[in-house]
């Protein structure tokens, strides 16, 4: 830690996640001294993205640290292909008798070699198109740190196959899935759904609280294959799910539908691990000091000589002080963790590296694919499918994604899923398969630690952890209503400039006059 460093700051924010890194910009953006540090050597914790070289370090670590890394357990890496690459790169015959160069057959060795190329996530999420983040980098104008490519398809899986989902109106009118009666009685459903309002409950929806969503598309006449594409796809929910949960989940996806592609859901380019150092870059530009692989050994609250409390943190190197401290939960100190403990369902998760798409498609795809519980105790599975085109892989691959509440381990919850759209054998690259092949798996759990939590006191404030759902609305919502706490009757990220907008007051002291490098030369040489 810099010795130059201040002793005092308006704000500490310890861990980089998405929640803290969106408090300290808002935070920085508003002029108060923020200080952000995190015991890692990279942004993000479980929300970063890693390189595959990096992800070897951080699973090796969860292994051989389980104390650092508290949070992640049972986690099962498994590879389905040699170790070095081919004698020779195998060929085949084209119509006209000439050797060909055959499909890519990939190795370890190739992983090693590509290594750069690949950006896998820890947690990975959709934005809504019309969403509270997307607003919020609209607004704030941080989307001009990041870029975005949109879902080109939402797959489900009806009649044991993979089967896509139309999503808009001329989607729905165009597809033969569904016939012409079915089309105009399922638009005049998500009609009603759309003009649903939380605060004035109209009478669609006033004796369905109790009810499931299930019940309320069979009462509307839904043909079965209709109710599956709303409930499983659109929904994301089980035959369980409320009918106002659904209501409000089919809402949020028809509102976001045609604002930037034909599906509602943006990705960020290079990994989700890219949202929370956008955020991160908006608070160094304001002013924000930032730390990395730096620990904390100690956290107190004190009375200064004023009656004002502050918060004391301590490490090897140096104590500091705040007036306010924003931590994750997987650093703060368990005495400032006070609120009732709430139930929540630990994560399931998988990471699959295949050689081609689940499903055959003209361009790249980027897929959304909503899978329907097997069994009863278990919920849908969320797979997000991204390839090269996304800087997730090298050209030739695709990274997998599978998301799921825990019921045993994420083994055991979700291969029955992968054996359904992968070849799981590990046999030889080359052969023709109605599935792609899966070269590299990564299973894990995560606790869920996203629940909201108080402190007990009102200058240390608590971050969720990541969650299972979809999107990022969670993590907005909290990090605004910490942001409240700590900067009452304030703006929420106020947008920030462009730097051709920032006009400099008269008598500014100018910088250093551009040179080029052979005028430095010269300069030395006298």
Not at 34 to 52: Q, T
Not at 130 to 154: D, K, Q
Not at 422 to 444: A, I, R, V
């Amino acid at each position: 830690m810099d010795e130059n460093l201040p002793n005092h700051f308006n704000v500490i924010v310890v861990g980089t996640g998405v929640v803290e890194s969106i408090v300290a910009a808002a935070c920085s953006r508003i002029g108060k001294e923020v200080l952000h540090i995190d015991c890692s050597d990279h942004y993000g914790g479980l929300w970063a993205s890693y390189n595959f070289d990096g992800l070897q370090k951080f699973i090796k670590e969860v292994k051989t640290e389980p104390n650092k890394h508290s949070q992640v357990y049972n986690m099962e890496e498994k590879w389905y292909i040699n170790k070095d690459p081919p004698q020779e790169e195998p060929k085949e015959e084209s119509e006209d008798g000439k050797a060909e160069p055959a499909k890519k057959v990939w190795s370890q060795a190739d992983f090693t070699t590509e290594y750069r190329k690949f950006n896998i996530d820890m947690t990975s999420k959709l934005l809504f198109s019309r969403g509270p983040l997307v607003e919020l980098l609209i607004s704030s104008n941080i989307a001009r740190y990041a870029e975005f490519r949109c879902v080109t398809r939402v797959l489900t899986w009806l009649n044991d196959k993979l089967m896509p989902v139309p999503c808009s109106r001329a989607d729905v009118f165009a597809t033969e899935a569904v016939s012409i009666v079915e089309k105009r009685m399922l638009m005049k459903m998500l009609t009603s759904i759309v003009g649903y309002n939380d605060e004035e409950m109209n009478n669609e929806f006033k004796d369905w609280n109790d009810k499931t969503f299930k019940e309320y598309l069979t009462h509307k006449g839904l043909t079965p294959n209709l109710i599956h594409y709303v409930l499983f796809a659109i929904a994301g929910g089980t035959e369980r799910m409320p009918c106002m949960e659904g209501v409000r989940e089919c809402k949020k996806f028809l509102m976001s539908l045609g604002r930037y592609g034909n599906t509602p859901f943006l990705w960020p380019m290079y990994g989700s691990g890219e949202i929370p150092q956008c955020f991160c870059r908006l608070c160094a530009v304001f002013g924000g000091w930032y730390c990395l692989n730096q620990p904390i050994d100690s956290v107190e609250t004190k009375t200064d000589d004023d009656g004002k409390s502050v918060v004391v943190v301590g490490s090897k190197l140096k104590t500091l002080k705040c007036d306010h401290l924003v931590i994750g939960i997987d650093e703060c100190p368990k005495d400032f963790i006070s609120s009732e403990p709430v139930e929540t369902c630990d994560i399931s998760k998988a990471i699959f590296i295949t050689n081609g798409t689940m499903m055959a498609s003209e361009k790249e795809p980027l897929t959304l694919f909503r899978f329907p519980p097997l069994n009863d105790e278990q919920t849908c599975v969320t797979v997000l499918e991204v390839g090269p085109a996304t800087g997730s892989c090298p050209k030739g691959l695709f990274v997998v994604y599978f998301v799921t509440n825990k019921v045993k381990d994420a083994q055991s919850d979700l291969m029955p899923y992968a054996e359904k759209i992968f070849d799981m054998s590990g046999g030889d690259q080359t052969e023709t398969s109605d599935k792609p092949k899966c070269l590299w798996s990564l299973f894990y759990n995560v606790k869920d630690t996203s629940a909201a939590v108080t402190s007990g006191t009102d200058c240390v404030h608590v971050c969720a952890g990541p969650d299972a759902a979809l999107d990022y609305d969670r993590a907005v919502h909290q990090a605004e209503e910490i942001y409240k706490k700590i900067c009452p009757g304030q703006v929420f990220l106020p947008r920030a400039p462009n730097p051709e907008e920032i006009v400099f007051e008269d008598g500014a002291t100018p910088g250093p006059e551009f040179q080029r490098e052979d005028e430095d030369a010269e300069g030395d040489k006298e």
